[in-house]
């Protein structure tokens, strides 16, 4: 008797933010053919119906109650009952008698059943990765053990850190027959960066014959959070790199090749300027109460002895990332600015992996977070990650003002690495890189773009910052990121039920 559907697609009034500057025209081929055939499957539905956006009310709108109906109903009751006073015949009562059964069970029944529902829901995980997928367990339950009828629920959760509001919903129709609770499982595939939070589910109780429909909105509230980071296909992680958890794990490039050449250029870019924060591990003959963390376990395999590494300054090696946040920049281009976060939590991942010492200043106006020195535990970044998923792309103002304010610790020797869309702000990037050499620091700029070659003036602006002693280096939005998020019914074991 179950009959599920699912709507389960992004729910947007909007179409998804644009495609920027292209110079290469095959470029949308490309992404298309890399995002998947059975994902395009999946979103053709939201496709045709971009510009009429589905919301609750409208939801509610398909399951009514009809009140015509109900009237000549009515009426007919009204007339049998006059008959029966006036004739008392069995054809008036037979009638009289068919109707009072209809009003029973395509009115009093779903108004009973109504009464007392209540709610819960298992999230599978409240914290997972760009691209992750979520199962989610709803359990309803009523109070009275109502027949004939049938239940339609509709849960819906909406991104708080998207400048849209991007919105994931999911429905399901069954008939709960003789039971009072019932479970109901999905999964939501292809997760965006940001906080997800769950305020309440719709339920709508109606009759067999279509009469009636009573809707409720139960409160449920949960949430889960989306971190930051640059999806890859079917590349796995080591979780021992991170404390033990895959979540926060760095990607191993021994795991395998990424279908995507630049974005593995970028990583490569991203890794090589983590790395250059300092003067690179030295080593020295082990002493007693070193860290077996910091020990040479190459050089002891050669059979050279224990020596332990240190970095040649003997202190602390200070990288800086800063994430820029204004809002002209992105141009409510949601995927641009997770792709923008996504390259930054790369960074600040390796630099935690590497040792260093890590300051994240959250945009325009943000607070600066610090991370402590050689901490390459989960706990070490969770906070910098969690901060990073709630980001919005909202800052005003330049970053060079903000990022002078906020890093009052800046030391001699550290590096500066800035994550923007912004390339058009090159003044901007100026007063921060004259700030930066004032304290003998190194800048580097990492610019997102939808751009596949950058055009003419962008590369006039590279010539220009680097002309001044900025190196920059152009990153690019994934094409796994411009798949759209869907509900999908069932969980992880749905398929082998």
């Given at each position: 008797m179950n009959a599920p559907f699912q709507d389960g697609l992004l729910q947007s009034g909007e179409q998804e933010d644009g495609i920027a500057e292209s110079i290469n025209p095959q470029a949308e081929s490309m992404k298309d053919q890399c995002a998947g055939a059975g994902v395009q499957t999946r979103a053709a539905a939201a496709q045709m119906n971009k510009n009429e956006p589905v919301t609750e009310e409208r939801n509610a709108r398909g399951y009514r109650t009809r009140w015509l109906a109900w009237a000549i109903i009515g009426a007919g009751w009204i007339g049998c009952a006059a008959a029966i006073l006036l004739r008392g015949g069995a054809v008036e009562w037979f009638m009289a008698a068919v109707l009072t059964m209809i009003m029973a069970v395509s009115g009093l029944a779903?108004?009973?059943?109504?009464?007392?529902?209540?709610?819960?829901?298992?999230?599978?995980?409240?914290?997972?990765?760009?691209?992750?997928?979520?199962?989610?367990?709803?359990?309803?339950?009523?109070?009275?053990?109502?027949?004939?009828?049938?239940?339609?629920?509709?849960?819906?959760?909406?991104?708080?850190?998207?400048?849209?509001?991007?919105?994931?919903?999911?429905?399901?129709?069954?008939?709960?027959?003789?039971?009072?609770?019932?479970?109901?499982?999905y999964t939501l595939h292809k997760l965006r960066r940001g906080r997800h939070p769950f305020e309440h589910v719709t339920v709508t109780v109606g009759d067999w014959l279509g009469l009636t429909a009573i809707h409720k909105r139960v409160k449920c509230k949960s949430e889960f959070i989306v971190l930051p980071g640059i999806p890859q296909a079917e590349i796995g992680t080591k979780a021992e790199r991170a404390g033990g958890a895959a979540i926060y794990a760095v990607p191993s490039p021994l795991t395998g090749e990424a279908l995507d050449r630049r974005g593995e250029a970028g990583r490569e870019e991203i890794e090589a300027a983590v790395r250059a924060a300092g003067m690179g591990p030295d080593s020295r003959p082990y002493r007693e109460g070193d860290s077996l963390r910091h020990l040479d376990w190459r050089s002891a395999a050669k059979g050279r002895g224990l020596h332990t590494k240190v970095y040649t300054p003997e202190q602390p090696v200070?990288?800086?990332?800063?994430?820029?946040?204004?809002?002209?920049?992105?141009?409510?281009?949601?995927?641009?600015?997770?792709?923008?976060?996504?390259?930054?939590?790369?960074?600040?991942?390796?630099?935690?992996?590497?040792?260093?010492?890590?300051?994240?200043?959250?945009?325009?106006?943000?607070?600066?977070?610090?991370?402590?020195?050689?901490?390459?535990?989960?706990?070490?970044?969770?906070?910098?990650?969690?901060?990073?998923?709630?980001?919005?792309?909202?800052?005003?103002?330049?970053?060079?003002?903000?990022?002078v304010r906020g890093s009052k610790m800046l030391t001699r020797g550290c590096t500066i690495l800035v994550f923007t869309a912004d390339w058009r702000g090159g003044r901007s990037w100026g007063e921060l890189?004259?700030?930066?050499?004032?304290?003998?620091?190194?800048?580097?700029?990492?610019?997102?773009?939808?751009?596949?070659?950058?055009?003419?003036?962008?590369?006039?602006?590279?010539?220009?910052?680097?002309?001044?002693?900025?190196?920059?280096?152009?990153?690019?939005?994934?094409?796994?990121?411009?798949?759209?998020?869907?509900?999908?019914?069932?969980?992880?074991?749905?398929?082998?039920?």
């Open positions: 779903p108004a009973m059943a109504a009464a007392g529902f209540s709610a819960a829901r298992v999230l599978s995980q409240e914290l997972t990765r760009e691209g992750g997928q979520l199962v989610i367990s709803l359990t309803l339950k009523r109070s009275f053990l109502i027949p004939f009828v049938w239940i339609a629920v509709h849960d819906e959760t909406m991104n708080e850190s998207s400048a849209a509001n991007r919105k994931i919903s999911i429905r399901t129709v069954f008939t709960p027959a003789l039971r009072k609770e019932t479970t109901y499982r200070q990288t800086f990332i800063a994430v820029d946040t204004l809002a002209s920049a992105y141009d409510k281009d949601d995927r641009l600015f997770d792709a923008c976060v996504g390259w930054a939590a790369l960074a600040v991942t390796k630099a935690a992996w590497l040792g260093s010492g890590v300051t994240l200043l959250l945009g325009q106006g943000g607070q600066a977070i610090q991370s402590p020195v050689d901490d390459r535990t989960e706990d070490g970044i969770s906070g910098m990650l969690h901060a990073m998923a709630l980001l919005r792309a909202e800052g005003k103002g330049s970053l060079a003002g903000s990022f890189a004259g700030y930066a050499a004032e304290h003998g620091c190194r800048l580097e700029l990492f610019i997102v773009t939808r751009s596949n070659i950058p055009s003419f003036a962008m590369r006039e602006q590279q010539k220009w910052l680097e002309s001044g002693g900025v190196k920059l280096t152009w990153l690019h939005v994934p094409a796994s990121m411009a798949a759209l998020p869907y509900a999908e019914e069932g969980g992880e074991a749905h398929e082998f039920a």
